[in-house]
């Protein structure tokens, strides 16, 4: 199977599948032994060669008719379709054997299988392996800045070198051997870089995927002159759906991740931020990385750590020629919030925030230089924060404390700043008798950290998991106190998974439950269940059996870097023994499991050592599926009070509010 | 028929006599000096003159539903006799002999209770009780005696303030309690681990009839999900399936909205007695073990209906 | 040192030159105690080869003997692990047979002799005497004098005879625990449709299991199971049952606790998996988040059904439903805490299921509601060996 080919060193002996993908597979493996060769001779040869296709490319432009590279381009379009059928008709033939023997998968099925993972209840949902492909496809992504410059009037076009492609993976050995391009040149940089490279934010990759124009097969191997790849490459226009290409830019994302990019919107998305990948600056990145791994958790942290990314950038930004601050900023600040939404999907704190910035950025006045606005501009940003978050908090804080009276039992759920602080304040400022019962759950155990916080301080907590929630909440509890993600319009609290189940715990014995939530979380959106709109987080983070948090598993352990070299080394020995061994344990292994006995350099043999969690191998169980989700609906019936800075008010008036304080909501 | 002998009289000296004898043996007790005295000599003249008593029994005695309970089950208890062993002399015999056997096994029954119910006080629990009913002290007193430390809120149990007597009693056995007004039941009701009350009478349906204010405690608990026990004696399952307590018979009518000049004061007027219905009530507490509602109604069924 | 046997079992075996018997029953109490055996299946089929080597070894002379020492057997073993409620069923069961068998006898012996039905009547006259003793009130003393007369008199069955109905009724309890599936599943089978949603919080049950697994290879039934993961005590056990489910080629997913609540919509039905079913309906289970789960099903009207062997129904009452669940160690649910600033951490292994929160359990002689499993319990126990440190009447009357 293509999938199975590895960058470079190809499997000499392909898989037995069906003949035409041989083909390509030996192809393939004869541009992969040879892209290193030329790799170098490219480089020398690139700058002159650059110059000449650029002419020659421009000249076919004008001359290549549509119509007559049209039906060959069509032609490709057609064989590519066919050849799409036959693979999934082949497929199904497989999945029936497999159903019949119930035998592990190889890796066609791991790939087949890859595709069925999402599960009927929340397949409308953005999964993990999505955003993260995306990440990677971006934070990877390199472009040569001679080959294409972006202007205002849109990218120049001289020479298309990578795409993400639907389902294929083809070096540009096909471009290197007749045409030596910068890209090649620079993608060879990248391969080289890739595998020494370990810093998370340009992750490594196991892959590089480079398809030529049409994201198709064929041509690529019939096209061996520059005339016809300039005329095939001419006739894709950019906007045109049917070719994921993006110029100009070639980009890696693993093979286990790219079966996700089967939807078309995807891949416009993606094809967008790649265009405008130049204009990611790096503190947004960081802060993508961050809260993509874990590091920053939590509604009201991550939006102050968008305000103070927000305010780096702005700091930084330069209005480009032509255009005003108060016009272009906006824009420009849209393609940092694209990049941001793909680590996790933007809070409502986020949002909120998001919104006000642009309404104050649209209020600049012009003739104000681009030196104080800026200057204003952060300073605004800073009064929001302080007023919406810390002020509020205060406020909160003070409006709670009257409800808990001396020696109270409190039980809290997770981990929240604004609980945290009105214990604290109880406890040691007004010096009550507080006793907490912190309840926690997989897999980000959040409870941890606020019961960490909170005996810091010297509080009495008392932890458990929700599991233990029948036990822990007939321990005469007198209040429960919740955080939240948001409030919706309709009433109903969008929190932490679980939140619903100790709310209705709490009702059933009459305990009164309080939600602490500033204005800032308050959002319009109404939803009546859990399942119509949700975060799906990974479900990885639940196969292995232990207490780390998402944190510590994926702590700068380069996930992918580790399942790259696995990978390698697995070539090599297939290579060795030149056997066909089944690669769905490794694909899908991403190396956290099992690896904190192993050093991280240490040939992970998975093919042979045992799993060492239960599910390691769920991907290739056909049946199985992991639904990891992030947040859950409590209806209002459950609250007795949601406490904002403005005061006191049951669930049901939280459209008053949004009404009466639009302007600042 | 009647040579002086009322059976209502031969009731109430009875319950005179021994304060802790329970209605429905006092009702056998007169009932067995009925046939004493009277004699009957044919089956017919047996089941005739019981009948004619309790009749009467019933009439002149106002609002007792576990007066019924008792000539029920010795009617019934007869009848069976009659029906399926013809053995009418022997029966007889054991007893005119046996009164005061019956009587110390009713008592001992209580005791019995009390045995069987100490497994659900523990240490450190708040008991609401309702009413006063000795099985129910037995049982406090009971478990006080075996050292279990637990605290009792009594309600009023107004107009018949019965829940001064048992306030009185407990106190002196050192348990502390507090007295509170019947309507305070809805504030304190999730502070207190779980109710007792006695019964009156147990219905065909495991619901119980008992003293009025019975009945909201109930709802009470259930919303509270507190466990509501009923703690009483075996011989007080009547023959009766109240559909709520419009269909219990009563003396006062409800609502009585008439009034008559020569009422100097206010009085209050209503129902005494309610009806509180089987998906209240966890587990009834008797001496033949720890019952579940449905148990009591298979019972009972299994007893009337042959 | 008599800490684990009775003394006067322990004595009785010893002058019976039992020793080996001792030691049996001592192993077994340890193991108990140690909780080497786990699952109610095992300790039931252990508890029951225990007791075909007691019933074949023991000494007595008349029944009633056998009696009282399987009673003072069963309450070393309860005591050994209160929380192993198969333990006592299985003894219970047993006792039941044997006086059941014993009072056929004394009816037998009662018609032959003469004596006037009037006196067995009251007693015969519903299959367990649980309140028709209401007529005990009234009852003639004579009925004492029966029992006295029947032990006076030499039995007519002889005790070997009574030895081959007690192994005999080990056998059938054998035969019955080691085949509960096959009952359960013929119920339970019609009560899922096609494309349902289901949820099982209980993993570890391999009732459930084995009757998911039926539904889908025999009645070709399809249907999604969603398995909570019950973490920290249940979350292999649970991740093995997914597999294998799957691997059966049943849709599963797996789903965290927390998730519980915001899937309940969607869930067509709940089944779990008990470990001890008790007289009034309720239940434990041997997952911790149960009964979170129940009350959520009860919040949204889904409907819960209990699967659980005949074996499992305990004549016991829940007094004090603290004394029987357990709770594990507190370094499953807190592995590292900071030796300055302790904690305090819970982590509850069982959880017990009220009545209310269960619609129906399905047991292999049929499916009953919870109102209605204290009839099925009287059914095969006696209420006499319910508290089994309790004198039975019959051994009063014997001293008396």
Redesign the interface.
């Known amino acids: 199977m293509s999938e199975n080919n590895t960058e470079k060193q190809a499997s000499l002996t392909p898989p037995p599948v069906e003949p035409p993908k041989e083909q390509t597979d030996e192809k393939n493996s004869k541009k992969d032994e040879t892209t290193p060769v030329v790799a170098d001779g490219e480089k020398k040869l690139s700058n002159k060669e650059l110059k000449e296709l650029k002419k020659q490319e421009k000249a076919a432009k004008r001359a290549a008719k549509k119509q007559a590279s049209g039906i060959s381009i069509e032609q490709q379009q057609q064989q590519a379709q066919a050849k799409r059928e036959k693979k999934k008709q082949q497929q199904q033939r497989e999945l029936q054997k497999k159903e019949a023997k119930l035998k592990k998968a190889n890796n066609q099925n791991t790939n087949t299988t890859q595709t069925v993972k999402k599960t009927s209840l929340f397949s409308h949902l953005e999964t993990t392996e999505e955003r993260r492909a995306s990440v990677l496809a971006i934070t990877s992504a390199v472009s040569n800045p001679k080959t294409s410059r972006i202007t205002a009037a849109g990218l120049m076009i001289p020479m298309v070198a990578s795409a993400i492609s639907g389902s294929r993976i083809y070096t540009t050995s096909s471009f290197a051997k007749s045409i030596s391009t910068p890209q090649n040149g620079s993608k060879s940089n990248n391969v080289t870089r890739t595998s020494t490279a370990s810093s998370s934010t340009t992750q490594a990759s196991v892959n590089v995927i480079n398809a030529a124009a049409g994201a198709t097969t064929t041509p690529t191997t019939d096209i061996t002159s520059t005339k016809d790849i300039a005329k095939t490459l001419a006739t894709i226009s950019l906007d045109s759906d049917e070719y994921a290409v993006v110029p100009g830019i070639s980009s890696i994302v693993p093979r286990t991740m790219e079966q996700n990019f089967e939807s078309q919107q995807l891949i416009s998305s993606v094809k967008e931020l790649l265009l405008n990948k130049d204009l990611i600056h790096p503190a947004i990145s960081l802060l993508t990385t961050n809260i993509a791994h874990y590091k920053i958790v939590g509604s009201i942290p991550r939006c102050i750590a968008m305000l103070e990314a927000f305010q780096i950038v702005i700091n930084d930004y330069q209005t480009p020629k032509g255009t005003t601050l108060s016009r272009n900023l906006t824009n420009y600040l849209s393609h940092q919030i694209d990049i941001l939404k793909k680590a996790r999907p933007l809070s409502v704190t986020m949002g909120n925030a998001i919104r006000w910035l642009k309404q104050e950025i649209s209020h600049i006045d012009p003739s104000v230089s681009d030196k104080v606005a800026k200057k204003e501009l952060c300073e605004m940003i800073a009064q929001f924060a302080k007023e919406k978050i810390e002020l509020a908090d205060q406020l909160i804080i003070e409006n709670a404390s009257h409800h808990i009276e001396d020696a109270t039992t409190i039980v809290v759920y997770g981990s929240s700043k604004v609980i945290a602080d009105i214990i604290i304040h109880n406890a040691l400022t007004l010096k009550k008798n507080i006793k907490v019962i912190v309840v926690d759950s997989r897999p980000l155990f959040e409870g941890r950290s606020m019961a960490n916080k909170l005996r810091k301080k010297g509080i009495n907590v008392v932890y458990a998991l929700i599991t233990s929630l029948d036990a822990v909440i007939n321990m005469n509890v007198d209040y429960v106190l919740l955080g939240a993600h948001s409030i919706l319009s309709n009433g109903f609290l969008y929190s932490r998974a679980g939140t619903a189940m100790i709310a209705m715990s709490a009702n059933r014995r009459n305990i009164p439950v309080l939600v602490c939530c500033e204005s800032l979380k308050f959002s319009q959106r109404v939803q009546l269940d859990s399942v119509t709109y949700n975060e799906l987080a990974d479900p990885n983070d639940l196969v292995s059996v232990d207490f780390k948090s998402p944190v510590e598993r994926l702590a700068n352990e380069g996930a992918l870097l580790k399942q790259f070299i696995k990978e390698r080394k697995e070539v090599k020995k297939k290579q060795e023994e030149i056997s066909n061994k089944s690669k769905g344990k490794a694909n899908n292994n991403g190396g956290k499991n099992g690896n904190k006995k192993n050093d991280v350099k240490d040939v992970n043999n998975n093919e042979e050592s045992k799993n060492v969690n239960v599910l390691d191998d769920w991907q290739n169980l056909q049946s199985l599926n992991i639904v990891n989700i992030l947040y859950d609906l409590t209806p209002p019936e459950y609250i007795k009070k949601v406490i904002t800075e403005f005061g006191s008010l049951p669930p049901s008036s939280v459209p008053v509010i949004l009404r009466e304080y639009k302007g600042s909501a | 028929m009647s040579e002086g002998f009322s059976i209502t009289k031969t009731y109430l000296k009875f319950l005179e006599e021994d304060s802790e004898m329970t209605m429905p043996i006092a009702a ?1 007790e007169a009932l067995v000096t009925l046939l004493r005295i009277k004699n009957p000599g044919t089956a017919a003249e047996v089941i005739n003159s019981i009948k004619s008593a309790v009749d009467e029994l019933v009439k002149t005695i106002p609002n007792s539903v576990s007066l019924r309970a008792g000539c029920d ?2 009617m019934r ?1 007869v009848l069976r ?1 009659l029906h ?2 013809g ?1 009418w002399e ?2 007889k015999k ?2 005119i002999e ?1 009164g005061q ?2 009587v110390s ?2 008592k001992s029954s209580r005791e019995k209770i009390a045995e069987i119910g100490i ?2 006080i ?1 240490d450190d629990d708040i008991i609401l009780v309702h009413g006063f009913s000795r099985a129910v002290y037995s049982l406090l007193s009971h478990a006080a005696n075996n050292l279990i430390r637990f605290r009792c809120v009594i309600t009023e149990t107004r107009p018949s303030n019965q829940g001064e007597q048992l306030y009185k009693l407990l106190a002196e056995k050192g348990i502390p309690v507090t007295l509170v007004v019947d309507g305070a039941v809805g504030s304190i009701i ?1 502070k207190v681990d779980k109710v007792f009350v006695g019964a009156e009478g147990v219905a065909e349906s495991g619901g119980i009839i008992n003293v009025i204010g019975t009945y909201p405690v109930g709802v009470l608990a259930h919303n ?2 507190k466990p509501f026990y009923v703690v009483t004696e ?2 007080k ?1 009547v023959r009766m399936f109240p559909l709520s307590s419009d269909d219990l018979p009563m003396e006062n009518k409800f609502l009585d909205f008439t009034r008559r000049p020569s009422d100097s004061e206010i009085k209050v007027s209503g129902p005494t007695i309610d009806y509180t219905s089987q998906e209240y009530i966890t ?1 009834l507490i008797t001496d ?9 109604s ?2 009972l069924i ?2 009337w209906y042959d | 040192m008599s800490q684990f046997s009775n003394p006067s079992l322990r004595e009785l075996n010893n002058a019976n030159g039992n020793n080996e018997l001792n030691v049996i029953i001592d192993t077994f109490i340890a193991k108990l105690k140690r909780k080497q055996i786990v699952g109610s299946y095992a300790i039931a089929l252990e508890t029951l080869q225990l007791l075909k080597r007691f019933t074949s070894a023991a000494r007595w002379t008349h029944v009633t003997e056998l009696i009282t020492q399987l009673r003072a057997l069963g309450l070393q073993l309860e005591r050994a692990q209160p929380t192993a409620f198969t333990c006592g069923n299985i003894i219970r069961r047993l006792l039941g047979v044997l006086r059941d068998e014993m009072e056929e006898e004394a009816q037998e012996i009662a018609n032959e002799n003469g004596m006037n039905d009037n006196n067995n009547g009251n007693n015969s006259s519903t299959s367990e005497p649980l309140i028709s003793s209401m007529f005990n009130l009234l009852q003639k003393p004579e009925e004492v004098q029966t029992v006295t007369k029947l032990l006076s008199s030499r039995n007519k069955k002889t005790k070997t005879d009574f030895r081959q109905i007690a192994i005999q009724g080990i056998k059938d309890l054998i035969d019955e625990i080691t085949n509960i599936d096959d009952g359960i599943q013929q119920i339970a089978i019609d009560l899922i449709h096609d494309h349902e949603l289901l949820l099982t919080p209980t993993p570890e049950s391999k009732t459930v299991l084995k009757f998911l697994i039926r539904a889908r290879e025999r009645a070709h039934r399809t249907f999604t199971v969603l398995v909570t993961e019950g973490f920290p005590n249940n979350t292999d056990s649970a991740h093995e049952f997914a597999k294998k489910l799957a691997q059966h080629d049943i849709e599963t997913i797996i789903i965290p606790d927390s998730a519980v609540f915001a899937l309940m919509s969607r869930v067509g039905k709940v089944i779990i998996g008990t470990k001890a079913v008790f007289v009034n309906g309720g239940s434990i289970a041997s997952s911790s988040g149960v009964s979170t789960v129940c009350e959520c099903a009860r919040e949204f009207k889904t409907p819960v059904f209990a699967v659980a062997g005949l074996y499992k129904l305990s004549p016991l009452y829940p007094f004090n439903i603290e004394k029987s669940v357990e709770f594990g160690g507190s370094h499953e649910v807190l592995p590292r805490m900071d030796p300055d600033y302790r904690l305090d951490a819970v982590n509850k292994t069982t959880a017990y299921v009220p009545p209310e929160n269960i619609d129906i359990y399905i047991t292999n002689i049929g499916g009953f509601a919870p109102s209605f499993i204290y009839r099925i319990a009287w059914d095969n126990y006696k209420q006499v060996d319910v508290h089994l440190d309790n004198k039975s009447p019959l051994e009063k009357s014997v001293k008396a």
């Open positions: 056998i089950i010795f208890f006799n399926l062993y053995d022997s029966c054991h007893l046996n056997l019956f096994r009713a497994d659900f523990t999730d509270a999900r075996s011989h399952f587990a033949l073990g720890v019952l579940t509602p449905s148990a009591v298979e019972e299994k007893m």
